[in-house]
T-cell receptor
Framework: EDQVTQSPEALRLQEGESSSLNCSYT??????LFWYRQDPGKGPEFLFT???AGEEKEKERLKATLTKKESFLHITAPKPEDSATYLC???????????????FGQGTILTVHP | DAGVIQSPRHEVTEMGQEVTLRCKPI?????LFWYRQTMMRGLELLIY????????DSGMPEDRFSAKMPNASFSTLKIQPSEPRDSAVYFC???????????FGQGTRLTVV
């Protein structure tokens, strides 16, 4: 069964304290790894897509990386407005078809204190 | 574009009642997804459509759940009869290609009492 596991479940940082979130996956036929941000009461908002091991994407204070078994979301000098739940998702084959679908991890709740 | 629009934003209903959730995808998008989010199980894919045709409904929990997409600009998720364990936030999302960015709506928070 395809699985996407995120750690830690929750992370509290002081403003400016850099850290990383982990997303490990055991899926067959990974076609892409997605990162989303979700604010309370809202739907997930797309951040990055990574397609091959070694690939990196950056956006402001966030950088996503991908290996053959996991992905990291690095947060450099975070600010309180970076507080949110960060979700990763594996884009995998939908069984028996040529289509694909996203399988989400449980998310990491990030809180950045001023 | 206004993004993916879901209605209602909140729904409180009694056990046994029929519930219909609605979604308008982004114009031009040919994939539409229904997800359910709970604290225990996270974000789960229920069903998705391509060009209005259901492709994968393996995530639909049971026969009480049904989804339709009568045209490219409208989809419904129906629960009949509803049960307290159906309480969750239901999201609709759409994308232009199956593997591309999925844009999510604001969700419908369903409470079944």
């Amino acid at each position: 069964e395809d699985q996407v596991t995120q750690s830690p479940e929750a992370l509290r940082l002081q403003e400016g304290e850099s850290s990383s979130l982990n997303c490990s996956y055991t899926v067959s036929g990974l076609r892409g790894l997605f990162w989303y941000r979700q604010d309370p009461g809202k739907g997930p908002e797309f951040l990055f897509t990574l397609y091959s091991a070694g690939e990196e994407k950056e956006k402001e204070r966030l950088k996503a990386t991908l290996t053959k078994k996991e992905s990291f979301l690095h947060i450099t000098a975070p600010k309180p407005e970076d507080s949110a739940t960060y979700l990763c998702a594996g884009y995998v084959n939908a069984g028996g078809t040529s289509y694909g679908k996203l399988t989400f991890g449980q998310g990491t709740i990030l809180t950045v204190h001023p | 574009d206004a993004g993916v629009i879901q209605s209602p934003r909140h729904e409180v209903t009694e056990m046994g009642q029929e519930v219909t959730l609605r979604c308008k995808p982004i114009s031009g998008h040919d994939y539409l997804f229904w997800y359910r989010q709970t604290m225990m199980r996270g974000l789960e894919l229920l069903i998705y459509f391509n060009n209005n045709v259901p492709i994968d409904d393996s995530g639909m929990p049971e026969d009480r759940f049904s989804a339709k997409m009568p045209n490219a600009s409208f989809s419904t998720l129906k629960i009949q009869p509803s049960e307290p364990r159906d309480s969750a936030v239901y999201f609709c999302a759409s994308s232009l290609l199956g593997g591309s960015i999925a844009f999510f709506g604001q969700g419908t928070r369903l409470t079944v009492v």
